[in-house]
């Protein structure tokens, strides 16, 4: 149990286009994901927190406008770059925690495969 | 004080070693202290995870070893694989919060284990 999906897998798209980054939680519900950017051998940059229902929650830095984030279900969360441009080629990847009958183990994150966005 | 201190950046073994990387916090509140595996390419994996209530936990060739008084905690990966050759991240957070606190990741250490 706890799998979260992504997809696609990886994306080519060219400088000023739009991409649409999709998160599934498949065997849970997940009030509460998250999505981070890597940079390579770097670590995990947290980008945003998302609740569903509700407005993400951006971290300092980040443009809310650039990447817009939608948890319009307990099962799916999705990021899109905005206008992309080479300097947001990254791997993105987002992670979920888990209702436990009625708690939320925040925290316990799961994560999804990544995605891997290069912008030509 | 949010940050946990990972070290080191890098490291070799050889096949049947041992693995030790070392983690330090600050933020006392923390209760929570999983580490990650990730391969190349991939997301990361929750390897294993302790809560400051005991001060080792093991599961399988895994350790972790939690000193509370020193805000330190410790990988172990004994008899260590090729196979483990990926980049490990600690991490910290309140395990039980009525918001929404992400994780504080380390800055990774990349393991190769050698033949």
């Known amino acids: 149990g706890a799998v979260v999906s992504q997809h696609p897998s990886w994306v080519i798209c060219k400088s000023g286009t739009s991409v649409k980054i999709e998160c599934r939680s498949l065997?849970?519900?997940?009030?509460?994901m998250f999505w981070y950017r890597q940079f390579p051998k770097q670590s995990l940059m947290l980008m945003a927190t998302?609740?569903?229902?509700?407005?993400?929650?951006?971290e300092q830095g980040v443009e809310k406008d650039k990447f817009l984030i939608n948890h319009a279900s307990l099962t799916l969360s999705t990021l899109t770059v905005t206008s992309a441009h080479p300097e947001d080629s990254s791997f993105y990847i987002c992670?979920?925690?888990?209702?436990?009958?009625?708690?939320?183990?925040?925290?316990?994150?799961?994560f999804g495969p990544g995605t891997r966005l290069t912008v030509l | 004080q949010q940050q946990v201190k990972q070290s080191p950046q890098s490291l070799i073994v050889q096949k049947g070693g041992i693995s030790i990387i070392n983690c330090a916090y600050e933020?006392?509140?923390?209760?929570?202290f999983p580490w990650y595996q990730q391969f190349p390419g991939k997301g990361p994996a929750l390897l294993i995870a302790?809560?400051?209530?005991?001060s080792e936990k093991k599961e399988g060739r895994f350790t972790i070893s939690f000193n509370k008084s020193a805000k330190q905690f410790s990988l172990h990966i004994m008899d260590s694989q090729p196979g483990d050759s990926a980049t490990y991240f600690c991490?910290?957070?309140?395990?039980?919060?009525?918001?929404?606190?992400?994780?504080?990741f380390g800055k990774g250490t990349r393991l190769s284990v050698i033949a």
């Open positions: 998302s609740n569903e229902g509700s407005k993400a929650t951006y």
């Open positions: 991490a910290a957070s309140m395990l039980w919060n009525s918001g929404n606190t992400p994780l504080v």
């Open positions: 302790i809560r400051p209530d005991v």
């Open positions: 933020n006392t509140a923390f209760d929570y």
């Open positions: 065997d849970f519900q997940a009030t509460t």
């Open positions: 992670s979920a925690t888990r209702d436990l009958r009625g708690f939320t183990l925040h925290n316990e994150q799961f």
